[in-house]
């Protein structure tokens, strides 16, 4: 038998209990599960995310830049909040060491030779727990030939991450023929919230982001997009957070930079320390050359 203890005494009787709020947008009411694994992908100090994308092959094969993830992605990781990618990748290349967030593929089926919006969840429930994932991603084609279906994959994993306490990631995929504009925009991202999308990633427009922004009750990150020239990437970037997005998902942009340890560094204090466009870059040339200075020996 324990021995028996003291009754506790201090019982702080003047200190009213605190009863914690929490820190990203229309996230308050989640269940502690989704709250712990959203406070995995953000940065509870700032609020916002460096995510890094590096999924592409589940429909595009081997894309430039990822050829192979075990020499040019992996030593990018401790640089990123998250890693977003499929589970083929993750068991395969990812070193279980990892400690940052999980933002894996949920959806899939067709390749870049056919109808890209004809997709069906393609990962259990199951699988996503076992593989301590931080949120599914689900690409929803709002005006795409089949946009109902992906709707309905991201209710449903919805209805699932909330039975397992797991945030899901709606993706507002343009198709090519869809106008990207911010009316489109807010359109599609306040679908995705409304049927129940933890967080959304939605691509950036010049001219009208803060709404899409303002009018999507749940945080938005912005996509990354087609490969652009760093300061432009870093500025776009910039715009994005201080119009209201919560951090930014990107792939190509980092990952096919000539220096893409130095250009997710830049990125990270565009985001988390709001460096100007102009201060990030010198900070992404900075380490640039330092890293080539070191290859020099
Ligand atoms: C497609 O929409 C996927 O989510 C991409 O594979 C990826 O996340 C896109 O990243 P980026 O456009 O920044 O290269």
Request: with cysteine.
């Amino acid at each position: 038998m324990p021995e028996v203890d003291q009754e506790g005494k201090d019982y702080g009787l003047d200190i009213p209990v605190k009863t914690e709020g929490f820190f990203l947008k229309g996230s308050h009411a989640l269940d502690w599960g989704i709250k712990n694994r959203l406070a995995r992908i953000f940065n509870p100090d700032t609020g916002r995310t460096v995510m890094l994308a590096i999924d592409h092959g589940y429909f595009q094969g081997p894309t430039t830049g990822l050829e192979r993830i075990d020499l040019n992605i992996v030593p990018l990781a401790p640089y990123a909040d998250t890693i977003m990618l499929t589970r083929g990748i993750l068991r395969t290349t990812i070193p279980p060491t990892y400690r940052g967030g999980i933002v894996l593929r949920a959806t899939g089926g067709p390749s870049i030779l056919k109808e890209l919006s004809n997709e069906q969840i393609a990962v259990d429930m199951e699988d996503a727990v076992r593989l301590n994932v931080s949120a599914l991603a689900v690409q929803v084609f709002i005006g795409g030939e089949f946009e109902t279906q992906s709707v309905h994959n991201m209710t449903r994993l919805v209805d699932r991450g909330n039975r397992y306490g797991i945030p899901i990631l709606a993706v507002t995929a343009v198709g090519k023929d869809m106008a990207r504009d911010a009316r489109y925009f807010r359109l599609a991202c306040r679908i995705c919230a409304e049927l129940g999308a933890h967080y959304i990633k939605t691509y950036y427009i010049p001219d009208g982001f803060d709404t899409v922004a303002a009018s999507c009750p749940v945080p938005l990150v912005m996509a990354g997009g087609k490969k652009l020239p760093e300061l432009e990437a870093l500025q776009m970037s910039y715009n994005a957070v201080q119009e209201g997005a919560a951090g930014v998902d990107m792939g190509r942009n980092i990952f096919q930079s000539d220096a893409p340890e130095a250009m997710i560094q830049a990125v990270r204090g565009v985001v988390h320390k709001n460096l100007k466009p102009q201060e990030a870059y010198e900070l992404f040339l900075e380490i640039k050359n330092k890293l080539i200075l070191k290859k020099c020996g």
